[in-house]
């Protein structure tokens, strides 16, 4: 990355966190968006880094955290998603090296569905879900981390629908973000296919995001969490519409 290219992506993944300590996901979603429209980074690059800073985000957030976590919920999502890691990377690589417009698709399409499930809050059940439903949005949250670090839209919107606390809830959503991320990173790692160190330089990021995710905290914005709901959810949207359309043109093109 050129130095304007490191500045903006250094902008990029702080504000991504600094939303993410707010609202308990979009961090992946906000930083994979704006890699797929800027082309600063490639997407599998791109996704690796986001894994890294995704783990620095939430270690951060559970030094305090941790007591909250609903450890047999974390379980049973844990138990599908790691091993639909490698299914979601598998294919990654795969699309990125034959149809990367359709994999830029596929991630314009993920992010304007979940922005439409950050509009839409969803109603909050009676009582718990049974294991088997923490089991399948498990299964597709991991699909979703292994392809783009993105593992969060199912699993929040599963979460969030559940007589839980907030606190609870969030935590719980950041552990498994944590582990999917040490995860994902290691099989990175084993399958050889690190990042340029020129890329690399993306992880200069890392004190950015310590730094945002502390600002969150100790300085939260003076807006209703609804206000900041309907902000992410047109960043997103658009950013998602901005992502696909291309894509869907260049693919008709080449028909």
């Not at 020129?198 to 300085?219: E, F, K, Y």
């Amino acid at each position: 990355m050129s130095l304007v290219e490191l500045i903006g992506f250094l902008a990029l993944t702080g504000a991504a966190a600094y939303i993410q300590t707010l609202t308990g996901f979009a961090f992946g979603l906000i930083t994979m968006g704006g890699v797929g429209l800027t082309g600063v980074l490639s997407l599998p690059d791109a996704a690796m880094i986001v894994s890294v800073l995704t783990f620095v985000n939430a270690s951060q957030m559970l030094l305090k955290g941790w007591r909250e976590v609903a450890w047999r919920q974390f379980r049973l999502v844990m138990l599908t998603s790691l091993p639909m890691i490698f299914v979601g990377y598998g294919m990654l690589e795969w699309l990125y090296g034959t149809r990367a417009d359709l994999l830029r698709l596929i991630l314009g399409l993920v992010i304007i569905a979940s922005s439409l499930q950050l509009a839409l809050k969803p109603e909050p059940l009676a009582r718990r879900s049974s294991d088997g439903s923490f089991l399948f949005f498990g299964t597709i949250g991991g699909f979703m981390g292994g392809l783009f670090s993105t593992a969060g839209p199912p699993l929040v919107y599963h979460f969030y629908r559940q007589p839980m606390p907030q606190v609870m809830v969030r935590e719980t959503l950041v552990s498994i973000f944590a582990l999917n991320a040490v995860f994902r990173t290691s099989l990175v790692t084993f399958s050889g296919n690190l990042p340029s160190l020129s890329t690399l330089t993306g992880l200069l990021a890392i004190p950015v995001v310590i730094g945002a995710t502390h600002a969150a905290r100790r300085w939260p914005p003076p807006i209703s969490p609804a206000t900041m709901r309907r902000v992410v959810f047109v960043l997103l949207f658009l950013s998602g519409v901005s992502l696909g359309a291309p894509a869907v043109i260049h693919m008709l093109k080449a028909l």
